[in-house]
């Protein structure tokens, strides 16, 4: 039943691809009681809320009533929440057109516009959306390069495409981590909001800075908890998606709905320690990058070959707590906190210390076709962690297009891969 | 890459012999040479190797064919170079210096923060992202480079650019081909700069008692990125066309920089102009670089664009859907792999490019 109705509304949404029925949808679903009945098909509490606020937050964004920006992946979103600014991330939503089966028809526009195949399909998709369309349109466009440069090209693209060149900001993150990167990146962060609230006609709201601040602190808390809640885990909650996070982690930061989403999943999880491990002890995973977003069956045939993730990279808390009283300042540190900023030694640093956190077996390594800044680094991450004892394998694929997806080929070598894990 | 033509043995059999002090190896137009050669080191730019199976094992099958000959390059001559120069221009390279430490972890190594737009504050950090540069070629080396030193070599430097670009004139008017201007650019880059520049005027000397042969053909213009291709060049110098003006990172954004001393700082001023020199496309304002490549063909009299890009270059390939739409003639694009290059294909798209332009 529940499957029934999420298969209609997929291919409702394909037959009718335009952005007017985008928005009716979500003017529908969006609405409390619906909201509710739809969460109701959701299995875990998690998975429910992810999916409620998400869809909270797209409409809100396709409604149009207070100025819509997109973002890039990276940004710290606590200031488009304190701006009052209702984000827009585009990759995230280029996920949902893998997962909404559309990705063949965004990709196949972007193509038509001359958008290489060599490009990330994050973004192609993303651009073939835009120039179908789909999306709502901007009143902003703010991109960063953290962590690649397709992100900054493709953004400016769209800021051409809306005739928005003048409000399109690029937050340039600077290689190295000291002084004189901070100070540039908080005056860069500084000017764009000042710009920004000029444009609309505001004062810079520092103190809505400040709030949105505060709940970043709390949602990063109960992240925190739910990262150390994982630790203890002796299987993969039922219904639990850890890859699935992605807007409530970055889009979201700032807002309440993100502290609940943690809060609720750390609750959630911790219903599920304290529990036996099953006599057979299952093998436990690190999972570097990302994942597909259609339908695939990965993670149905590692749980067969008796393995768990213990846990995604893309998960880990890299900021430290933000100051409210220094927005700014705070933001940027946590900008340039990042571990796919500059050197590769940050990203393996990080990686070695989940291994050892999570009580890793393996890593799995998601190399998904045009991330140069990913797959530029695999044989490194590989070697570091070979050197610390953790076999890894990579996994070749692509994260939106399901035609570079095989399941035999995939199968055969997770297989070989799990044997070798003992 | 290929057998250099007479003009390279020719004119600059010296300054390509000379290796006066400890060779470093550098990348990227944004990593001011001055600073190298005022450090005490012989720049010599980083061309990448032919075969470069060996990087193979490095980095994946979709990565940059420059970046991947180069680490095949730094991995042969790791013996050879002291030092090498890198900046963080691309995610691409990025990588590399993460390799060159990894796996060359010997070799001293450094990676020049460059900031992707022109402010007041983006010159103020990149002022100090180049001292910082400094310093570490200072420890490096050793001795006592200061900014005397660096004033010394900025004269140099300018006086090469100054050259070079002559030599672009010349090479407009059909007083040499191509590929002679595209080599001569290069010896530039890997030559002992001080018997360079003199070999260089004794070049634009006898070239000014040439015949001006400028033919009939399209004025073309080529952009592109960091486009090293000798059979590519060979090509565009035997069609009856003329490449009135290259934008790419081995030619005219390499050279035509001028560095004029401001507020008394060595820093700003080498900051200032090595971010106001015509801009790569990693760049984050891709409207101004539209703008400078159809002034210039306006400006020039350029009838079409050949856009040449080394493939899964981001940078490049976001690029071209822009300026393809913006533009107001015609466009060729040639994608390029150093491996799979197919003399007859490129020239036959050219050449039915030209038929339907001119
Ligand atoms: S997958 Fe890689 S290239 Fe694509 S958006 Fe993410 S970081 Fe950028
Ligand atoms: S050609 Fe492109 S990918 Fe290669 S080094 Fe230059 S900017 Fe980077």
């Known amino acids: ?422 | 890459m290929g057998a250099d033509t007479d003009i390279i043995k020719k004119y600059f059999k010296k300054s390509l012999a000379g290796t006066k002090g400890p060779v470093i190896g550098w990348m990227c137009t944004y990593a001011p040479v001055e600073l190298m050669h005022a450090a005490g080191f012989m720049p010599r730019r980083i061309y990448g190797i032919e075969d470069f199976k060996k990087a193979d094992g490095y980095l994946p099958i979709n990565f940059c064919p420059y970046l991947k000959s180069s680490l095949a390059q730094l991995l042969k001559e790791k013996d050879i170079l002291a030092c090498a120069a890198f900046a963080n221009s691309c995610d691409g390279s990025r990588r590399l210096f993460d390799m060159s430490r990894e796996y060359l972890a010997r070799m001293p190594a450094y990676i020049i923060d460059v900031p992707r737009s022109v402010s007041v504050a983006s010159v103020d950090f990149y002022k100090k992202s180049i001292k910082k540069f400094f310093y570490f070629l200072k420890d490096t080396k050793g001795g006592k480079a200061g900014e005397e030193d660096i004033l010394v070599s900025i004269d140099l430097f300018n006086r090469i650019r100054k050259s070079l670009g002559d030599l672009k004139i010349l090479s407009v008017q059909g007083r040499l081909s191509f590929i002679d201007y595209c080599k001569v650019v290069r010896c530039s880059a890997v030559s002992d700069p001080v018997l360079f520049i003199e070999e260089l005027n004794r070049l634009l000397e006898a070239l000014s008692s040439n015949d001006s042969r400028q033919k009939d053909g399209a004025r073309l213009m080529l952009v592109g990125n960091f486009i090293n291709e000798d059979r590519l060049f060979k090509i565009l110098s035997e069609l009856d066309i003329n490449i009135v003006d290259d934008d790419l990172c081995t030619t005219k954004r390499y050279y035509d920089n001028k560095v004029v001393l401001e507020k008394e700082d060595v820093f700003y001023s080498l900051a200032k102009s090595y971010l106001g020199k015509p801009a790569c496309m990693r760049m984050s304002d891709m409207g101004a670089k539209v703008r400078t490549i159809k002034e210039a063909a306006s400006a020039k009299d350029i009838s079409a664009i050949i856009f040449a890009s080394l493939k899964f270059c981001d940078n490049t390939l976001y690029f071209y859907p822009l300026l393809k739409e913006e533009l107001d003639i015609p466009i060729l694009n040639i994608e390029l792999e150093y491996n799979n290059f197919s003399e007859g294909q490129v020239k036959t798209r050219i050449e039915a490019f030209l038929e339907m332009i001119w």
């Open chain 1, 1 to 422: 039943m529940v499957k029934n109705i999420k298969e209609k509304i997929k291919k409702d949404i394909k037959n009718n691809l335009n952005q007017k029925y985008i928005k009716r949808f979500l003017s529908i679903a969006a609405k409390r009681p619906l909201l509710m009945l739809l969460g109701t098909t959701f299995k875990s509490q998690s998975d429910r809320l992810l999916n409620l606020y998400s869809i909270q937050a797209m409409g809100k964004a396709y409604k149009n009533s207070s100025p819509v920006a997109y973002g890039s992946l990276f940004l710290p979103y606590e200031l488009f929440h304190g701006l009052g600014l209702v984000p827009f991330l585009p990759e995230v939503l280029a996920g949902f057109t893998a997962g909404m089966g559309i990705a063949e028809q965004t990709l196949k526009e972007a193509n038509s516009k001359w958008y290489s195949p060599d490009l990330c399909t994050f973004h192609r998709s993303a651009s073939g959306a835009v120039e179908l369309d789909l999306f709502p349109k901007p009143r902003f466009i703010i991109v960063t390069n953290l962590a690649c440069d397709a992100a900054q090209k493709a953004f400016y693209l769209y800021a051409k495409k809306f005739g928005l060149e003048k409000n399109f900001y690029h937050v340039d993150v600077p290689y190295h981590y000291d002084q004189d990167s901070i100070s540039y990146l908080s005056g860069q962060l500084k000017n764009i909001c000042t710009d920004i609230c000029s444009k609309l006609g505001r004062d810079l709201d520092i103190e809505g800075l400040g709030r949105a601040i505060d709940y970043s602190n709390q949602f990063r808390h109960w992240g925190l908890k739910v990262n150390q809640t994982r630790k203890k885990l002796y299987s993969y909650p039922p219904d639990y998606n850890g890859l699935n996070f992605i807007l409530p982690f970055h889009g979201m930061a700032g807002t309440k709905d993100a502290v609940t989403i943690y809060r609720e999943m750390y609750r959630e999880l911790e219903s599920y320690t304290g529990g036996r491990a099953s006599s057979k002890r299952q093998k436990r995973l690190i999972w570097l990058h990302l994942k597909p977003y259609y339908k695939n069956e990965i993670f149905e045939l590692l749980k067969k070959d008796g393995c768990m993730i213990a846990f995604e990279e893309i998960n880990h808390i890299y900021w430290p707590k933000l100051d409210p009283d220094n927005p700014f300042y705070s933001l940027a540190v946590k900008l340039l906190s990042h571990y796919l900023r500059g050197s590769i030694e940050n990203r393996a640093r990080v990686i070695e210390n989940l291994a050892k956190d999570y009580s890793a077996d393996g890593a799995l390594f998601f190399s998904h076709w045009g991330c140069r800044q990913n797959n530029g680094s695999i044989r490194i991450l590989k070697d570091r962690l070979k050197a610390a004892g953790i076999p890894t394998l990579a996994i070749d694929g692509d994260c939106v297009d399901k035609n570079n997806y095989s399941k035999g080929q995939l199968s055969t070598r997770l297989q070989a891969f799990i044997e070798l894990l003992g």
